[in-house]
C-alpha cells in the first residue's frame, strides 16, 4: 500500500483535499493514509456503513469528495462516469489488472492533455531511490528491462510506444526506416508502428541528425527537416520513397568554396602568390565563425594508460604525426603540428605549466591552429593533448576528429575531408525569400529583450564573469515535446519576469546539420548557427500551450536556420544595424559524445579551458547539460549585464519554473 504522508506531496494533498473514506476499521492502513490528509488541512469523508456496501459512488457524490484510496478490486467495480468529481485515485494493496486500465484510460483520455495519459502501467515491488530520496532512474530502467515483453503487452494502455496493435511495415523503405528509428532511439523494431511519431518516441534535433546520418548509409536520402516536419514514420517513409524516386527538395547543388572575405580561393591565391592548393581553408566563412576566433583555445586532454603492446610508443606517435596520410587528409581541415615532451618530473605538474604557457602565448587571431602535443614519462605514462579552437570545430566535430585519431593509429582508411567554407557556402546560400519571410512573420512588432546594457562602456579590468549554476533531476517532458523546447519555455516565463515584458525574444544555437547536405554530419567546422526565438506570452493562458507553441515555432524553424541573423535584421526586421542577442540558450544532450581507443586501450579525455577576459566574450549564455540523471543549468554573463545577486535570483526562477514548464501546470508557471 503506497502511504499517504510519504507520497503526499506527490499527489498533491492540500486544504481543498476531501478525501473519501473507505476502509472500514481503524486499523487497516487506507485508514491511516486518509488521516495523514488532516495533516494539510483536508478534510476525511466518511460514509456510512450501507453506502461503503452498496453505493460508494453515490456516497462519493454526495459527500463532495475528490480523492479516494483504495485497491484495484474496488476501483474496477466503479465507473468512471458515476465519480465526475474524482481527481486523484490511490490504488495499492493488489497488482492492478489490464481490466481496470482498459475501463479508466478512456476517461484519463477525455479530460486529460494527450502527453498525460499513461501509455503503459507496469507493477513493481519498491520504487527505487537514490541516498537523497529522489527517484533512482537508473535503477527504475534497470527493473523494467528486466521485464519479459509479455508483461509488456499486457500492461499497456494501447496508447503509447508498448501499444497492442503496430501497424507494421509493407515495404522495404518502411521496414528500413522503422529499424534505423529503433536503433537510434535504442527500441525493438516492433514495438514501433508505423502510425508513431518520431518525437513522441523520444526523438530530438541531435537524434534525428544521427538518424539522418545512419539512412544516408543506406542509400536513403532523409534530411532533419525532412525528419522533424514529417515525424510519423508514415509519412518519413513517404517522403523518402519520394526522394528515391529522383524526386527534387531544390537543394542546392555542389558550390565553390565561400568566404566573408570578397574572392573565391582562386582570386585570393593569386593576390597572395600562391597555388590555390596552398590554401587550407579561407577564414572566417560565416558570422559566427568570426565571433569564434576571439574565443581563447581549450585542450582535449587524453590520458592513455600503459600500452604493452608497443615497443616504443613515443616513436610511433611521431612517425603517427608526422605520416604524409595524416597531413594531405587532416591539413585540409585545419592546421596542424606536433611536439613531443619527455617529462623527467611529475607528468600533471609539467601538463599544467604546459597549458599556461601555450595559452599565454600570442597567437595571430586569424590562424586558430589545432597543436598536438604528447607528453611522456619513463615510457609507462602518456598524454595526449589537443589544442583546439571553437573557431574550426565544435561538439559535434571532436568525435570525427578523435575517430580519424583512431583510425591512423590502427593504420584504417581516412574519412574524405569536408572542408568548412564550401558547406558555409551552401548552407547560407540555400536562403530563400520564403527564408526571409518567415522570420519577418515571426519578428514583426518585436524588438530584442536585453538584460542590462550590452554596449556599456566598463573601466579596464572592472568587467568580471558572473557565474551560477543550479543541478536538477532530469524531467521526462510531455510527448511530443523535447527536452530542448522544455527548457526554451521555462527561459521565457524567466526573461519575462525579469525584464518585465510580456513579449520577449532571445536567440537560441543550432547545430546547422539539418538540411540534407552531402556530408554533413562530417564537416569539422563550427556549423552552429544562432537564430531567435520569440515568445509572446500575452496570448498564452496556460502551461499546456506554452510548451506547445515553443514546439511549434522549434520545428518550423528547422526549415529556415540556413541564415545569419545579420541578414535576418537586415531582411526580415526594422530592429536597428548594431542589434545583438541579448541572451542566448545553449541546450546539449547526451553529456559526453567523445571516446578514443589506441589499439586496444581505452583512453581518459578531460578537458582545460584557457583562461580568457571578460571583454573579449560579452554575451549573456543560458546552457542547459543533460549528463546521466542530472540536468544542469547554467547562466554565464558578466557584470556589464547583471550582478552576482541578480544573476542567482533569475537562476532560482528558472530552476523553480522549469519543472513547472514540464508539468503543464498553470498554477506553477503563472503564479510568479
Not at 249 to 268: H, K, L, V
Not at 279 to 297: G, Y
Not at 357 to 371: G, R
Request: glycine share 6%; with cysteine; proline share 6%.
Amino acid at each position: 500500500m503506497v502511504s499517504t504522508v510519504a507520497a503526499s506531496w506527490g499527489i498533491f494533498l492540500d486544504s481543498r483535499s476531501r478525501v473519501f473514506q473507505f476502509s472500514a476499521y481503524a486499523f487497516d492502513v487506507a485508514t491511516f493514509d486518509a488521516l495523514a490528509a488532516l495533516m494539510y488541512g483536508g478534510c476525511v469523508c466518511v460514509p456510512s456503513e450501507a453506502s461503503r456496501r452498496d453505493d460508494i459512488a453515490g456516497a462519493f457524490a454526495e459527500l463532495g469528495a475528490n480523492v479516494l484510496f483504495t485497491t484495484p478490486s474496488v476501483l474496477q467495480t466503479l465507473s468512471p462516469a458515476d465519480m465526475p468529481g474524482l481527481e486523484i485515485a490511490l490504488i495499492g494493496g493488489e497488482t492492478p489488472v489490464k481490466a481496470l486500465l482498459d475501463q479508466w484510460i478512456p476517461s484519463l483520455k477525455a479530460s486529460l492533455p494527450s502527453y498525460m495519459v499513461p501509455t503503459l502501467a507496469l507493477p513493481i515491488s519498491r520504487m527505487p531511490l537514490t541516498p537523497t530520496g529522489k527517484t533512482d532512474r537508473r535503477q527504475l530502467r534497470a527493473i523494467v528491462e528486466k521485464f519479459p515483453m509479455a508483461d509488456f503487452e499486457s500492461y499497456s494502455t494501447g496508447s503509447g510506444v508498448t501499444g497492442r496493435v503496430k501497424q507494421q511495415p509493407d515495404s522495404d523503405m518502411g521496414r528500413s526506416i522503422q529499424t534505423t528509428v529503433a536503433e537510434i532511439l535504442s527500441f525493438q523494431p516492433q514495438l514501433i508502428g508505423m502510425e508513431d511519431d518520431f518525437i513522441q518516441l523520444g526523438g530530438d534535433s541531435i537524434t534525428a541528425m544521427k538518424l539522418a546520418a545512419l539512412l544516408r548509409q543506406n542509400q536513403n536520402s532523409l534530411s532533419v527537416v525532412d525528419i522533424i516536419q514529417h515525424p510519423v514514420l508514415t509519412a518519413m517513409t513517404e517522403r523518402a520513397v519520394y526522394f528515391t524516386n529522383g524526386s527534387s527538395d531544390s537543394r542546392p547543388e555542389a558550390t565553390p568554396s565561400f568566404t566573408m572575405f570578397p574572392g573565391t580561393s582562386a582570386e585570393i591565391a593569386s593576390k597572395l602568390a600562391v597555388t590555390e592548393a596552398d590554401i587550407l581553408d579561407i577564414l572566417p566563412a560565416t558570422e559566427q565563425q568570426l565571433i569564434m576566433l576571439a574565443f581563447s583555445p581549450q585542450y582535449e586532454i587524453i590520458r592513455i594508460p600503459c600500452p604493452v603492446m608497443l615497443v616504443d610508443w613515443k616513436v610511433h606517435a611521431k612517425a603517427w604525426f608526422t605520416d604524409m596520410r595524416f597531413f594531405v587528409t587532416f591539413l585540409r581541415r585545419v592546421t596542424t603540428t606536433f611536439k613531443h615532451y619527455e617529462c623527467p618530473g611529475d607528468l600533471r605538474e609539467f601538463q599544467s605549466r604546459l597549458l599556461k604557457e601555450d595559452s599565454d602565448q600570442f597567437m595571430l587571431w586569424n590562424v586558430p591552429s589545432v597543436c598536438f602535443f604528447l607528453l611522456s614519462q619513463n615510457s609507462q605514462r602518456y598524454t595526449l593533448i589537443i589544442r583546439l579552437n571553437y573557431a574550426v570545430y565544435n561538439a559535434q566535430s571532436l568525435p570525427i576528429v578523435l575517430k580519424d585519431i583512431e583510425n591512423i593509429y590502427d593504420e584504417q582508411p581516412l574519412s574524405t575531408p569536408i572542408p568548412f567554407s564550401p558547406w558555409a557556402y551552401k548552407f547560407l546560400m540555400s536562403a530563400t525569400p520564403k527564408t526571409y519571410e518567415f522570420w519577418k512573420t515571426l519578428l514583426e512588432g518585436s524588438s530584442m529583450t536585453y538584460v542590462g546594457d550590452t554596449f556599456a562602456n566598463m573601466e579596464a579590468g572592472k568587467e568580471t564573469f558572473v557565474e551560477t549554476t543550479r543541478s536538477l533531476s532530469v524531467l521526462e517532458p510531455p510527448k511530443g515535446i523535447t527536452l530542448a523546447s522544455l527548457v526554451k519555455a521555462a527561459w521565457s516565463l524567466t526573461l519575462s519576469k525579469h525584464c518585465q515584458k510580456s513579449d520577449v525574444v532571445f536567440g537560441q544555437v543550432v547545430h546547422g546539420r539539418a538540411h540534407g547536405f552531402p556530408g554533413e554530419e562530417a564537416v569539422v567546422g563550427p556549423c552552429l548557427n544562432l537564430i531567435p526565438v520569440r515568445m509572446d506570452l500575452s496570448s498564452i493562458k496556460h502551461g499546456e500551450d506554452l510548451l506547445y507553441s515553443i514546439q511549434r515555432q522549434n520545428v518550423a524553424s528547422i526549415a529556415y536556420d540556413q541564415v545569419q541573423f545579420k541578414d535576418i535584421i537586415k531582411k526580415s526586421t526594422n530592429w536597428p544595424k548594431n542589434t545583438v542577442f541579448g541572451t542566448q540558450l545553449l541546450h546539449q544532450a547526451d553529456g559526453p559524445i567523445c571516446t578514443l581507443k589506441i589499439g586496444s586501450v581505452h583512453a581518459n579525455l578531460d578537458e582545460y579551458y584557457a583562461p580568457r577576459l571578460a571583454k573579449e566574450l560579452r554575451d549573456f549564455v543560458v546552457t542547459s547539460t543533460v549528463y546521466d540523471q542530472t540536468h544542469t543549468l547554467q547562466i554565464c554573463a558578466t557584470n556589464a549585464y547583471i550582478d552576482q545577486q541578480s544573476a542567482d535570483t533569475m537562476m532560482d526562477t528558472l530552476a523553480f519554473l522549469h519543472p513547472g514548464a514540464c508539468s503543464g501546470s498553470s498554477s506553477d508557471i503563472w503564479c510568479i
